[in-house]
């Protein structure tokens, strides 16, 4: 499998590395892809999408749909 690099520009490389040390991200990289794998999910499977963590919650608690 290839790696594909993205450039960002100077403001907002500095933006993400300022999130990622508040966040306690090892690297900007790695703030950044996640918050690109979340989004991604988001956009794709819609804000309904639930993770199998939320769905093991609502049925502790007796909300499963």
Known sequence: MFN?????????????KKCSESAGYATPEEFAIHVLE???ER???G???K????????????DGE
């Open 4 to 16: 594909r690099k993205m450039s960002v520009g100077n403001d907002l490389y500095e933006k993400l």
């Open 38 to 40: 979340k989004e991604v």
């Open 43 to 45: 956009m794709l499977f």
């Open 51 to 62: 993770s199998n963590e939320e769905i093991s919650e609502d049925n502790e608690l007796g």
């Open 47 to 49: 804000s309904v999408a």
